[in-house]
C-alpha cells in the first residue's frame, strides 16, 4: 500500500454566502487548494467531491461531475465521484482519495467538499437535514436531529454528572478559537451567559449548542508520500484512516451515549497510525450540537466514559490543554455546510501540522486528527496526520 | 496492486414493487450475493452503494449505513459508503470496492445498488431523474431528458443516415434479450411497430425507444483475485477499470454525437485488462434511450461512427452477433433503477462467464464488459472482466 501526503489545502469562508452559488464555492476551494499545492491543472488524475444533499438544497444531482466540469478538468475527462454519508461525507471523501492513491490507480488527487444550505426555508433545511436519520423509525415520527442530541445530553447529565455549565464551556471555547480564524462563520467570543440565556431549542440544548446552518466548501490535494517533496517543502502524511457504522436509529444503539462508530473508527485509525491518542496534539471533532464534542472526546480515547464535561470545564481541550480540540472553531464556530466540514476539519489540522495557524497555532504541533459524523453516529469516519 | 475478483452476485427482479421497501430490495440482493459467495457475513469488511437520489426518492440519505444496518452489519461497524454519479452510480460503486481491495484496505468487499422510484408521482420522478442534468443550463430551461436524447437521435439521423427503424432495433432486439431472464421488467417480445406505433416522448424517441422507471437492487461480492478459489469454482476477475467526466451540459460538448467520456473510460480500462474490443464476448450497455445504445456500442469501440445503427439492423450485437450487447434485457427491458443499474450490469456479466446464463447464454463467453453512463455521459466507467 503506497503511502499518501497532503501538499495543498484550500477552503472557503463558511456562512451565509448569497452571493455565491455551488459551482461557485466548490471551484473556489478546490483552485485554493491546487495552488497552495503548487500544480498545474493537467496533473490532476481524479476528483473525489464529499456532498450531504445537493439533490435537495439546489436540485442538483451527479455534483462529481458538476464541480469537474465548472473547475475546467472535464476537457481531460478526468473520473469525478461524489461520496455520501450525511454530516460524515467529506471524511468519507478523503478516504476514497486516499483509497485511489494507495491502490497505485491514481497519483494526484483532489477531494473537495461543498454544501449549500441557505437557498432553503430554514424549515426545509431542518427537514433535509434530518433525513440523515433513520427516516421510518425516527424522523417520520417527529424525531428532529436537536431532539435526538438532547436525548443523549440529558442522560449524560444523569448518568456522569454532566452539568449544563460544561455543555456551554464547549460553545464558549469554540467560539474563542472561532475568533482567531477569519475563514469562520462566527468570529466573535460569547460566554456561558450567552449560552444559557439563548433560545431553548431541545432541552437541555438551546440555540448556542448547535452548530449553525451555513454555505461552504474546502479542498485538500493527495498525492505518494515519495512524490509529496516535488510540490512542498511542509508535506503531511496521512498515517491512519478509519472508518465504521452503527445503527441508523438512536434507539437501537446498546448505549446512547457512547456512539461506537467513533470509538471503532478510532482504533482503527490509531492501529493503523501506530500512534496512541497521548501523542495527539491537535484534534478536530464533529460538534455538531456541544454534548457531540463531549461524546466526542470520550469515545476517541482523549478522556474516560463521563469525563469530558469536567475535562472541557478544566481547559484540558483549549489551545494550550492536553489536546487542543477544534482549533478552528469546530462545526459550532467554523460553520457546518455538511458535505465540505470533513475537509475543513483536514485543512484546519494540515495548517496547524504546517504551523501556519497564526493565532490559534497550537505550539509543535506534529500530530493531528479529524473526527467526522454521519448522523446521530450511524457513520464515524478518523483520521491520523503527521508532520513529515 | 492487488488482482480483484468477483465471487458472489444476487439481485432481485427490476419493476414495480410495491410490496418492498427500498430497505427491503438492497438487503435481498446483498443477501443473495453473500449467499452465492458462500460466506457468513462476519467475514464482510466493508459495503459500498450505488444511489442516484434516495433523498429525494424517499425522504432518506445516509443509504449506506441504513443498508448495512438492516443488512445486521452495523454490530460489526463496517465501513459503509455510498457513491453517486446519476445514473453512473452503481459502474462507480463497484470502481470503489475494486479500489478497496486493490490497495489492500480490505479483502471482503460487498458492492450493492439501489433505488426505489415508485414511490412518488411520475411527474416528480422526471423531474428527480432530470437532477442528473446541469441544473442551471438545462433543467431550468425545461430541457428533459428524453428531449437531449432526441437532440442526439435527430443530429445522428441527419449525420450518419440512422434510421427510425435502427433505433426501433434496438429496443427490439433487448427486448427480445428481456424475454430470456426472469429478473427483467419487461419479458414480452416486441416487434418494430410495437415501437413505432407507441406515444411519442420527444420527437424521434417514442415510449419504447425509453428504458422505465424501476425498482430494484442488484450486488457482488469482491475478494483479492489470490483468495477467490477459497470460495467459489468460478471466479470472475476484474482485469480492467475505467472512469471519465465529460462537461455537465451537453451543448458544451465538442460533438453531441460522441460521448467522450464513454471513449476515454474505455480506453482506459482496455489498457489496463491488455484485451481490446475484439476480444469482447458479452457487453451490458448504458440503453437509457434506444439511441444511447447505438453510442456507446461506436464509442466504445465495437463499431466505427455512424455505423453502430446499421450494425444492430444486421443481427451484430444480438446473441449470436460479433459481440452480444445487452443479453440481460439492458435497461430498456430488464429496467433501470438508477443505482442499481451498474451492478445489475456487472451480475449479468459474471452470470455470462460462468457460463449460467440459460437461455439467453453467449457461448464460450470469456470476456465481458459493463458500461454505465451518467446524465447525458457526463460520467462513464467501463469494466472488463474475465473469466479465470
Same mark, same amino acid.
Given at each position: ?207 448556542? #449548542?448547535?452548530?449553525? *446552518?451555513? /454555505? +461552504?466548501?474546502? !479542498? %485538500? ?6 512524490? =509529496? ?84 470545564? #478544566?481547559?484540558?481541550? *483549549?489551545? /494550550? +490543554?492536553?489536546? !487542543? %480540540? ?6 459550532? =464556530? ?55
Amino acid at each position: 500500500m503506497r503511502r499518501v501526503a497532503v501538499i495543498g489545502v484550500g477552503d472557503t469562508k463558511f456562512g451565509e454566502l448569497w452571493d455565491a452559488s455551488f459551482r461557485d464555492i466548490g471551484i473556489k476551494a478546490g483552485l485554493a487548494a491546487v495552488e497552495d499545492a503548487n500544480i498545474s491543472a493537467e496533473k490532476i488524475d481524479a476528483l473525489f467531491v464529499g456532498n450531504m444533499s445537493a439533490g435537495r438544497f439546489i436540485e442538483q444531482e451527479h455534483i462529481g461531475a458538476l464541480i469537474a466540469d465548472y473547475a475546467g478538468l472535464a476537457k481531460d475527462h478526468i473520473p469525478a465521484t461524489r461520496v455520501e454519508a450525511a454530516g460524515a461525507s467529506g471524511g468519507l471523501a478523503l478516504r476514497q482519495g486516499y483509497m485511489a492513491i494507495a491502490s497505485g490507480l491514481h497519483d494526484i488527487v483532489v477531494v473537495g467538499g461543498a454544501e449549500k444550505m441557505m437557498d432553503v426555508s430554514d424549515v426545509a433545511s431542518a427537514f433535509i437535514q434530518s433525513s440523515a436519520a433513520d427516516q421510518e423509525w425516527e424522523t417520520e415520527l417527529g424525531a428532529t436531529f436537536p431532539s435526538l442530541h438532547a436525548l443523549i445530553a440529558r442522560r449524560h447529565m444523569h448518568e456522569h454528572g454532566t452539568t449544563r455549565e460544561q455543555l456551554a464551556d464547549v460553545a464558549v471555547k469554540n467560539h474563542r478559537h472561532g475568533s482567531m480564524n477569519p475563514k469562520a462563520q462566527f468570529q466573535k467570543e460569547i460566554t456561558r451567559d450567552t449560552v444559557l440565556g439563548s433560545l431553548m431549542v431541545s432541552s437541555p440544548l438551546r440555540m448556542f #449548542d448547535c452548530a449553525p *446552518s451555513s /454555505d +461552504g466548501a474546502a !479542498a %485538500v490535494v493527495l498525492c505518494p508520500l515519495d512524490l =509529496a517533496k516535488n510540490y512542498t517543502e511542509t508535506p503531511v502524511e496521512i498515517v491512519g484512516s478509519g472508518q465504521a457504522s452503527d445503527t441508523l436509529a438512536l434507539h437501537h444503539r446498546r448505549d446512547i451515549m457512547t456512539f461506537d462508530a467513533t470509538r471503532v473508527a478510532a482504533e482503527r485509525a490509531f492501529k493503523m497510525a501506530g500512534v496512541t491518542q497521548k501523542d495527539v496534539d491537535v484534534a478536530e471533532v464533529h460538534d455538531n450540537f456541544t454534548i457531540s464534542e463531549i461524546l466526542a472526546i470520550e469515545d476517541l480515547g482523549f478522556f474516560k466514559k463521563g469525563e469530558g464535561g469536567k475535562a472541557t470545564e #478544566d481547559g484540558r481541550t *483549549s489551545l /494550550d +490543554g492536553d489536546v !487542543a %480540540v477544534n482549533t478552528s472553531g469546530g462545526l459550532k =464556530a467554523r460553520g457546518d455546510p455538511i458535505g465540505a466540514t470533513g475537509l475543513a476539519q483536514a485543512v484546519e489540522i494540515v495548517t496547524q501540522l504546517r504551523g501556519k495557524a497564526d493565532k490559534r497555532q497550537v505550539k509543535d504541533a506534529s500530530v493531528g486528527l479529524t473526527h467526522n459524523v454521519g448522523g446521530t453516529g450511524a457513520t464515524a469516519v478518523v483520521h491520523v496526520f503527521r508532520r513529515v
